[in-house]
């Protein structure tokens, strides 16, 4: 659980810790998905489970203005 995924560079590598510690990764979840920057879509695409309390496209846009 973590409170935030924009790229899912840190995700994935806890990942790899635990992958080699021998354990396994049941999934991941984020409280706030910054949709735009492809974090959730990196870990599906390495076939991890992902859930998300909020979307919203809306948050990368106002983080920089």
Known sequence: IDDLIATGGTAEAAAKLV????????????????????????????????ENLIVDHRIIQQAFV
Do not use: H, P, R, T
Request: hydrophobic letters at 40%.
């Open 19 to 50: 992958e080699i510690s021998k354990a396994k990764v049941e999934g991941f979840m984020f409280v706030i998905n910054l949709y735009d920057l492809g974090g959730c879509d990196n870990l599906i695409k390495k076939s991890y489970k992902v």
